[in-house]
């Protein structure tokens, strides 16, 4: 049933079951408690009159004033009835306290052992059977509407002496509907404030519901609204909220990546069209042909370069190409990578030294000889004729570093923090001409961080650019499963 699938409805079950056994639990001893006061009052007053009553049976003519607890003849056998019929004188001041109107005077009856009546009181009821005795000599029962005391005397004689409790036993009614109604009314005020509570409390999540059922729908904007951030559904939406912050923000760089990555498509595909259809306007030479041809490769290969950044990119993103944390040299790797870029260190007639120990870090050969290559064509790419590049690896404490550092045009200090970012560029103009993407420095921050390692850039505009890797000279330990206990 949908009903009690609802938490609020469930809280409001539970809430109201506890609230009912709480208040019958409260209810039940309130009401016995009167009772029993109540009938103890009764009670004590019985038991005054059984020793009035007591006191005033005479056994074989004996002394008036003598209470019934005497012993019995040493001639007599306890339980046999006297030869001489035992009588009861009441002195005025004792009849007294039997008289009143019928139905709340005290009254009483007095049996021998065999069950014979020696004497009762006026007010007593036509019906009453001597009670049979039990263990205790002094008991006390309700009867209908009468309240009675018995006690056996130690000569068997049992005298019994009770009030009609009619009155007290109503007042015990009346007490038990008070608490009856009473307790409905605080049941229904805890249902109403247990159902504001919840319904205070679960708020939150309805918000939270509202909002994600928006967001669903593809409106990636909305945000849960909630004031009260202290409660854990506040810390939730809070949580949720960042969340969706998050989600929103990755949403919009996945955007304007597909965007940048079709901007960056467009133009070496335009120069493809424009040279195919120049070259098929008209009839041309074999030169013509030629340059033609040579302009679609140039465009090609950019194309390639460019979509070959895009999958590495999407690999490393997704974690499908991971750092095999393998022990390798990085002062070699540094060697080797900056060596194959000599040539064009040559073009650009920028001198090229190196200064390497043997280094061992952790890591990927392939993906470390990528970073050293793009650290290394930069710093070439953006210098200037006549300057330097110097490379440096070297080991310190718990680290493999490796610097590379140019004597270029340096970054402005407003491009320094987006140089990382994908398709940055902070000269455009110059490095878009020259075939540069903006993917290169991304390509490297996300291989340096899959290694667990750093890059930093210090740079100053016409004075050159020194980029610093930290790698980590053991490999990360593997994360152990969690200890169940
Ligand atoms: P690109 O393919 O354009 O070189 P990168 O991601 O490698 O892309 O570099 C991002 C930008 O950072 C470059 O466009 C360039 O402006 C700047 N940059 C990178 N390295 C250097 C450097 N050594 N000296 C000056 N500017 C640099």
């Known amino acids: ?29 309130a009401w016995r408690l009167q009772q029993a006061t109540q009938l103890k009052r009764v009670d004590q007053e019985l038991e005054r009159r059984i020793a009035v009553v007591a006191g005033a049976i005479r056994r074989g003519g004996g002394e008036p004033g003598r209470t019934q607890d005497r012993p019995p003849p040493r001639d007599r056998q306890p339980g046999r009835p006297s030869p001489v019929p035992p009588e009861i004188r009441l002195t005025p001041r004792d009849v007294s306290q039997f008289e009143g109107v019928s139905g709340s005077a005290f009254y009483y009856v007095a049996w021998l052992p065999g069950g014979g009546e020696i004497s009762r009181s006026s007010h007593a009821p036509p019906i009453i059977s001597c009670p049979s005795r039990g263990d205790e000599r002094s008991e006390a029962r309700t009867r209908g509407p009468f309240r009675e005391y018995f006690h056996f005397t130690p000569a068997g004689d049992c005298i019994l002496v009770g009030r009609d409790v009619h009155d007290e036993l109503a007042g015990i009614r009346r007490f038990a509907w008070f608490l009856a ?4 009314m605080v049941l229904l005020l805890g249902l109403a404030v247990g159902w504001w509570v919840s319904t205070r409390a679960l708020r939150p999540i309805a918000e939270i519901s509202a909002a994600a059922t928006k967001i669903s729908t593809g409106d990636i904007t909305q945000r849960i609204q909630t004031s009260d951030t202290s409660s854990e559904l506040g810390e939730l939406a809070q949580v949720l909220n960042d969340t969706f912050d998050r989600l929103q923000a990755s949403f919009a760089r996945q955007a304007q990546f597909t965007a940048d990555a079709s901007h960056e498509l467009r133009t070496p595909i335009s120069v ?6 120049a070259a098929l306007a008209r009839e041309r030479t074999v030169t013509e042909y030629r340059e033609c041809l040579a302009a679609c490769q140039r465009a090609a290969q950019r194309m390639r370069k460019l979509t070959e950044s895009l999958l590495t990119l999407a690999r490393l993103d997704s974690g499908e190409c991971p750092a095999i944390r393998e022990l390798c040299d990085l002062g070699r790797i540094a060697r ?21 120990a043997t280094t061992p870090c952790a890591g990927n ?21 006549g300057g330097s590049v110097h490379v440096r690896v070297s080991a310190e404490p718990g680290s493999a570093v490796l610097v590379v550092t140019d004597t270029g045009q340096g970054i402005a200090s407003e491009d320094l923090p987006h140089i990382f970012d994908r398709f940055y560029r902070a000269d455009k103009a110059r490095s878009g001409a020259t075939g540069h993407s903006g993917l290169g420095l991304a390509i490297t921050k996300s291989i340096v961080d899959a290694h667990g ?4 850039v210090a740079s100053a505009l016409d004075q050159g650019s020194s980029f610093t890797v930290r790698l980590p000279v053991s490999p990360p330990r593997p994360e152990l499963p969690e200890d169940p206990e």
Do not use: C
């Open 181 to 184: 109604g009473a307790g409905g």
């Open 365 to 385: 050969a392939g993906q470390l000889g990528q970073v050293v290559t793009n650290l290394v064509g930069n710093a070439i790419s953006y210098n200037r004729p």
């Open 336 to 356: 080797d990578a900056t060596e194959l870029l000599r040539p064009l260190a040559g073009e650009q007639r920028v001198a090229l030294d190196i200064t390497t």
């Open 1 to 29: 049933m949908k009903l009690f699938r609802s938490i609020r409805w469930r809280l409001q079950l539970w809430h109201g079951l506890l609230l009912v056994l709480v208040l019958v639990g409260f209810g039940f001893t």
């Open 453 to 456: 390692g750093t890059i930093e």
């Open 272 to 277: 493809v069209l424009t040279q195919t259809q």
